[in-house]
């Protein structure tokens, strides 16, 4: 008989610590991520799958009891909109967000909340001292009985303070501080992040604890560590807010229990931080008379609509390359607006300088604001204020038309409580006419439906292609 031939060695495996995308050769860069530097020979399998005892039968789904993991309230009402109805026993959370933004009030304010529903919260800190959080605490009226607060850097003694305790809620402040012994790296690492996220979600989801865990970013604004972190927790929230603005902004980018399309606002304060139920009066300023250059619109923040203040300033310039100045605003969709406007509208803007830019810290990177943007150059170029009350809706073409945006009677709906008196919208797909629609009303607001942007600058008596500025018509 033929001797049998020497079995193969096994390939190297090689795989990403970012994200664990695998492939059979070295790469400098992940084919899945595209991090550099990250994939790594792994060691070759030796153990084989085997059957092993269970921890519970599987029962039909209709049987399985839900009781245990119902929503049960923050404390604070904007979060539970995030979250879909409020924090899930057993849910493990995961809330990034710049440095200095307010991750740690905001969660010292949920802890303190929780405590004053009578269930006990563990607070733990690796970034502070106990004595520096109990400062915080005074100051934002957070100090309750069933409030326990740890500071500490080792796994196993945050799983000694989870056993001695017993929480309802755990706060991780913040995980890449927390170090496992005996797993190779340095806290922050992406090993030990990976272990010690594990080992917490894991005592999470046998002990059902609720666990929020902070994170770090990058600067990009990603999440920093490994991409597997956000796969094994069941909901991932952005906080973020801009560093000249007490305005604070929660956005979930995944949750399994409730929608990925809502935000929650807050204001950050020398007394801590508070929800902002309607925050439309921190982006809308409220000026005495009728100012050339402004327009308001509606933009949508996940279901919620909200009014912002687009203001614009055109000025004639001295440069050989004028000023294009964007604050709050998309930069490209500015540069599109403008285009739109000299080609389609008659202005003549390639000699001034232009100035952009939103009220209060709003951002507005959705293409609905187009249509106020074009209004606020065209009244600043003019030197002539649009029509009291009015908002604009709509996204531009480069054909100079307006398409319509999503959820617009939503926003009409939301402009019309606020008291405002006209609405500027694109028309249905199907009308064609240069002429606008005849008015209709909402809410006891009027809505003027405009196929295109020069239609709507001439019903708000805008149009510079003659010229001449009739006077406002008053609505």
Same mark, same amino acid.
């Given at each position: 008989?033929?001797?049998?031939?020497?079995?193969?060695?096994?390939?190297?495996?090689?795989?990403?610590?970012?994200?664990?995308?695998?492939t059979?050769k070295?790469?400098?860069? &992940?084919?899945? &991520?595209?991090?550099?530097?990250?994939?790594?020979e792994?060691?070759?399998?030796?153990?084989?799958?085997?059957?092993?005892?269970v921890?519970?039968?599987?029962?039909?789904?209709?049987?399985?009891?839900?009781?245990?993991?119902?929503?049960?309230?923050?404390?604070?009402?904007?979060?539970?909109? %995030?979250?879909?109805?409020?924090?899930?026993?057993?849910?493990?959370?995961?809330?990034?967000?710049?440095?200095?933004?307010?991750?740690?009030?905001?969660?010292l304010?949920v802890?303190? #909340?929780?405590a004053?529903?009578?269930h006990?919260?563990?607070?733990?800190?690796?970034?502070?001292?106990?004595?520096?959080v /109990?400062?915080?605490?005074?100051?934002?009226?957070?100090?309750?009985?069933?409030?326990?607060?740890?500071?500490?850097?080792?796994?196993?003694?945050?799983?000694?303070?989870?056993?001695?305790?017993?929480?309802?809620?755990?706060?991780?402040?913040?995980?890449?501080t *927390?170090g496992a012994?005996?797993?190779?790296?340095?806290?922050?690492?992406?090993?030990? %992040?990976?272990?010690?996220?594990?080992?917490?979600?894991?005592?999470a989801?046998?002990?059902? *604890?609720?666990?929020?865990?902070?994170?770090?970013?990058t600067?990009?604004?990603?999440?920093a560590g490994?991409? %597997?972190?956000?796969?094994?927790?069941?909901?991932?929230?952005?906080?973020?807010?801009?560093?000249?603005?007490?305005?604070?902004?929660?956005?979930?980018m995944?949750n399994?229990?409730?929608?990925?399309?809502?935000?929650? &606002?807050?204001?950050l304060?020398?007394?801590?931080?508070?929800?902002?139920?309607?925050?439309?009066?921190?982006?809308?300023?409220q000026?005495?008379g009728?100012?050339?250059?402004?327009?308001?619109?509606?933009t949508?923040?996940?279901?919620?609509?909200?009014?912002?203040?687009? #203001?614009?300033?055109?000025?004639p310039?001295?440069?050989?390359k004028? /000023?294009?100045?964007v604050?709050?605003?998309?930069?490209? /969709?500015?540069?599109?607006?403008?285009a739109?406007l000299?080609?389609? &509208?008659?202005?003549?803007?390639?000699?001034?300088?232009?100035?952009?830019?939103?009220v209060?810290g709003?951002?507005?990177?959705?293409?609905a604001?187009?249509?106020?943007l074009?209004?606020?150059?065209?009244?600043?170029h003019?030197g002539?204020?649009?029509?009291?009350?009015?908002i604009? *809706?709509?996204?531009?073409?480069?054909?100079?038309?307006?398409?319509?945006?999503?959820?617009?009677? #939503?926003?009409l709906?939301?402009?019309?409580?606020?008291?405002?008196?006209?609405?500027?919208?694109?028309?249905e797909?199907?009308q064609?006419?240069?002429?606008?629609?005849?008015?209709?009303?909402?809410?006891?607001? /009027?809505?003027?439906?405009v196929?295109?942007?020069?239609t709507?600058?001439?019903?708000?008596?805008?149009?510079?292609?003659?010229g001449?500025?009739?006077?406002?018509?008053?609505?």
């Amino acid at each position: 008989m033929p001797a049998a031939r020497p079995a193969r060695p096994p390939k190297p495996a090689y795989r990403c610590s970012e994200c664990g995308w695998e492939t059979g050769k070295w790469v400098g860069r &992940c084919g899945e &991520c595209q991090a550099w530097g990250s994939v790594a020979e792994t060691a070759a399998p030796t153990l084989r799958a085997a059957a092993a005892p269970v921890t519970a039968p599987a029962v039909p789904i209709g049987d399985v009891a839900v009781e245990a993991s119902a929503f049960r309230t923050s404390g604070v009402p904007e979060l539970d909109r %995030v979250l879909g109805g409020g924090l899930v026993p057993g849910a493990a959370i995961l809330l990034a967000g710049e440095p200095g933004v307010g991750k740690s009030t905001l969660l010292l304010e949920v802890a303190a #909340q929780t405590a004053r529903y009578r269930h006990r919260t563990l607070y733990v800190t690796g970034e502070e001292s106990a004595s520096q959080v /109990r400062l915080r605490a005074d100051r934002t009226n957070a100090v309750e009985p069933e409030l326990f607060l740890a500071a500490e850097t080792d796994l196993g003694a945050l799983l000694t303070h989870v056993e001695e305790t017993r929480p309802t809620l755990l706060v991780i402040d913040s995980v890449q501080t *927390i170090g496992a012994s005996g797993v190779d790296g340095v806290p922050g690492g992406v090993t030990q %992040v990976k272990e010690v996220a594990a080992a917490l979600i894991r005592v999470a989801k046998t002990r059902n *604890i609720t666990t929020i865990l902070v994170g770090h970013v990058t600067k990009d604004g990603s999440i920093a560590g490994p991409r %597997v972190l956000e796969h094994l927790v069941d909901v991932v929230l952005h906080f973020e807010g801009d560093r000249n603005s007490r305005f604070r902004m929660v956005r979930a980018m995944k949750n399994r229990f409730g929608p990925v399309d809502e935000v929650g &606002c807050f204001q950050l304060d020398a007394s801590g931080i508070e929800a902002v139920a309607d925050p439309t009066g921190l982006f809308v300023e409220q000026h005495h008379g009728r100012v050339p250059g402004t327009c308001v619109a509606v933009t949508m923040e996940g279901r919620r609509p909200l009014l912002a203040e687009v #203001q614009a300033l055109v000025t004639p310039s001295a440069l050989d390359k004028p /000023r294009r100045t964007v604050s709050g605003l998309d930069s490209s /969709r500015t540069a599109l607006v403008l285009a739109v406007l000299e080609r389609h &509208c008659g202005l003549r803007l390639h000699g001034s300088d232009v100035f952009a830019s939103t009220v209060g810290g709003a951002r507005l990177h959705e293409p609905a604001s187009d249509l106020a943007l074009a209004i606020a150059l065209v009244s600043s170029h003019l030197g002539e204020a649009a029509p009291t009350g009015t908002i604009a *809706i709509g996204e531009i073409g480069l054909a100079g038309e307006l398409r319509r945006v999503r959820d617009l009677p #939503q926003r009409l709906a939301e402009a019309a409580r606020l008291g405002f008196r006209v609405a500027v919208v694109p028309a249905e797909p199907g009308q064609r006419s240069s002429a606008a629609k005849p008015a209709r009303t909402v809410d006891g607001m /009027r809505v003027l439906e405009v196929p295109g942007v020069l239609t709507a600058l001439d019903v708000l008596r805008l149009t510079a292609r003659s010229g001449r500025v009739p006077p406002a018509p008053e609505f």
